[in-house]
């Protein structure tokens, strides 16, 4: 695993508009930076990321197998008792899930650890699946990489052939906050792949959901919502308003419910507790656990709810290093034990490994210029060559 | 020439193959299916009827799209409590055992007041004049949606006006 500094392709900002990317001559595109690329071999990508990948995903169905059953558990991570048989009847039932990014710390060498696992709500899908792929195919016709480089990304081809092998029936609802545009654009990117997949959709607010006298969930034109391809976290939707009305209504959501156990990051306690020692783990406490002392104060401190980076806490024998700021903060929290992303000339990269329906396909890096991997993180491509 | 899939309506909307009946008794007696299926794709017809009929707040508003005493009160309430109205169900197309497309299931067929010979699908798509084996657009073999009245709109949407993107 090597960064490799590179020119930008001659056509990055014509690029950047086509993709509707934002684009200034001062900051470049941005939430992307191709002044560099990581390079890894065929062994890092197959037998360090994408192999432990999959058996992490293993080890997570385990884990929430054990986790519908024990209402112990669900308790913990702090679902409300109303959702608790729903959760189960999800996952018992076999409902499918479609994409989740596992978050590795990794240098290249050495197993990468799990920091965390975003199951429900990932985004740069965009960046990984279609512009990091234009750029490994532009930056090899300029010259600007050899010429036999790959890329570890089948992220789009497996979104689109897993939308297809979900049996979906009528209309495929895709709903977000759409007053964000990064949500927006990725929901509207899904929904592409589903068009390509041969599915009928249609795109709509959170907020302009409806509810009938009969308990379904309606879109603007009256129609009722039978599937809702949702980018909008599950702890959200159990808590609003309609929440309540979620279990009854009968819709097929993706991700499915039982997802709210795997995007939280109690999770990581739960999988250390099952499956401690594991070289992908780190190991991982709920706050107040005794077992804690192991980290003998050199730990992160992570909310079990939160999301880009916010609110969390590094701490190094006791002392608080480094803290980020979010609306957060309230509700459980985890401790975890440390693992450091690897730095490079002031850059730190996170390794984001794209599970399509279980799949490995891809990887994603985001760079910071701190420890913790914020919102104003850049995605870097990168490439294979042995 | 070849044996084409879709023949061509009046309107350039492909054609294809069905199958429509008023009632059990009318199919059986034509004879093209058997009892059985006669029977089946009748209940598959009628346990959707209520699902997809277009619905009405008032019995008067219902009889003034389907015609006197051809409605009938929904087995659902209004939140207020009040009663739901909906038309009887004036016959049913065949699911795809009589040709047609492939994975073409049974529906109800409704007849309206304004124009009483001919079929409507319950997306008020028409399915023609004729019963037993017949061509209709291939629009009204579509699965019929499922027909509502939002009460209430704005339940989910709080956390993401509170915290911004709910990716991660």
């Known amino acids: ?48 990321l994408a192999g432990p990948a999959e058996e992490l995903e293993g080890l997570c169905f385990e884990m929430v197998e054990r986790a519908v059953n024990d209402q112990a558990i669900l308790e913990r991570l702090g679902i409300a008792e109303t959702f608790w048989d729903y959760l189960g009847e999800s996952w018992r039932g076999g409902e499918k899930n479609l994409t989740g990014r596992m978050d590795l710390s990794y240098d290249g060498t050495g197993p990468a650890k799990l ?20 750029w490994l195919e532009q930056a090899a016709e300029e010259g600007l990489i050899p010429e036999n480089c790959d890329q570890f990304n089948d992220v789009h081809e497996a979104i689109v052939q897993s939308f297809a ?68 976290p599950w702890e959200w939707i159990m808590d609003e308003e309609f929440g ?14 039982w997802k709210a156990i795997l995007s939280n990051k109690g999770m990581l306690a739960l999988m250390w507790e099952m499956f401690e020692g594991h070289p992908n783990l780190l190991p991982a406490y709920f706050e107040g656990d005794p077992g804690a002392d192991a980290l003998a104060g050199t730990y992160v401190r992570k909310p079990l709810l939160s999301r880009q980076g916010a609110n969390i806490q590094m701490y190094r024998d006791g002392a608080l290093q480094l803290a980020s700021e979010g609306p957060y903060g309230d509700g ?3 401790v975890q034990g440390s693992a450091p992303l690897p730095e490079y000339g002031g850059k730190y990269p996170l390794l ?20 913790i991997t914020g919102p104003d993180a850049s995605v870097v491509p990168h490439v294979i060559l042995e | ?74 087995p659902y309430r209004s939140s207020t409590g009040g009663s739901i109205f909906m038309p009887l169900m004036a016959g049913y197309m065949m699911g795809s055992m009589l040709g047609g497309r492939r994975s073409m299931a049974p529906q109800p067929l409704y007849r309206s007041a304004s124009s009483p010979g001919t079929f409507r699908t319950a997306d008020n798509r028409s399915a023609g004049r004729s019963t037993g084996r017949t061509k209709v657009a291939r629009s009204a073999t579509s699965r019929p949606s499922v027909k509502t009245a939002t009460r209430s709109r704005g339940g989910f949407g709080s956390s993401g006006r509170r915290f911004g993107s709910g990716a991660t």
């Not at chain 1, 029936?169 to 990064?182: P, S």
Request: some cysteine.
């Open chain 1, 1 to 48: 695993m090597q960064r490799i500094p590179v020119s930008e392709r001659s056509g990055l900002a014509d690029a950047a508009q086509m993709h509707g990317f934002e684009f200034t001559a001062a900051g470049g595109v941005t939430g992307w930076d191709e002044s560099a690329y990581y390079q890894f071999t065929m062994g890092q990508i197959q037998e360090d």
């Open chain 1, 352 to 371: 984001g490994l794209w599970l399509i329906a279980s799949k490995a396909a891809g990887l994603c890096i985001r760079e910071s210029r701190t420890l």
């Open chain 1, 165 to 232: 092998a979900m049996g979906i029936e009528g209309v495929t609802h895709f709903a977000c906050n759409t007053d964000i545009e990064d949500d927006k654009g990725t929901l509207e990117y899904m929904q592409e792949c589903a068009v390509e997949a041969g599915l009928e959709t249609r795109l709509l607010a959170m907020a302009d959901i409806g509810l009938d006298d009969w308990g379904k969930f309606t879109d603007t034109e009256e129609d009722v919502i039978t599937t809702l391809v949702k980018l909008y």
């Open chain 1, 244 to 257: 309540q009305k979620v279990p009854a209504s009968r819709v097929r959501f993706i991700e499915p419910p």
């Open chain 1, 332 to 334: 459980g929290q985890i």
């Open chain 1, 115 to 134: 920091l965390e696992y975003n199951a429900d709500t990932p985004t740069a899908l965009y960046e990984s699946a279609v512009f990091q792929w234009e």
């Open chain 2, 1 to 74: 020439m070849g044996v084409s899939l879709f023949a061509l309506a009046a309107c350039g909307e492909p054609e294809v193959e069905a199958a429509i009946f008023e009632n059990i008794q009318q199919c059986i007696s034509n004879g093209d299916a058997s009892p059985e299926q006669c029977e089946q794709n009748f209940r598959e017809a009628k346990s959707q009827h209520a699902a997809v009929a277009p619905k009405y707040a008032t019995a008067s508003d219902c009889q003034a799209d389907f015609g006197a005493g051809k409605c009938e009160t929904a």
